[in-house]
């Protein structure tokens, strides 16, 4: 470890962190709006009579819902930059390591 990673204790695994956390509220945040720009989308593409327009919003859904899990579970599985264990607990709301008690966004 060098003397600046030292000065910035954890700071890097917690920049990690925060993007992670950012991405998925963002992904939760834009379901709604992102399903309904698809059915406005396919409509004016494919036309109001088309089966697309059934079609394609189930299927972004689906794909939007996938890839909000993936990121939750990334976030479930997020190790401790002091422990290396698993940070979070299965609620995945601790404030603290549910192992060795280190405080979310610690620099030490």
Known sequence: MSLIDTMNGY???WDVYQ???RRFLLV???FIPVDIATLLLSVRIFG???PVRLIAPPVVAFIWVFWGLILRGQLLAWKCPRCH???ASSSGSSKRCVHCNLPR???Q
Do not use: C, D, G, H
């Open 11 to 13: 700071q890097k695994e």
């Open 19 to 21: 993007r992670l956390e």
């Open 28 to 30: 939760v945040a834009a």
């Open 48 to 50: 109001k009579t088309s």
């Open 85 to 87: 264990e698993r940070f």
């Open 105 to 107: 966004y610690a620099e």
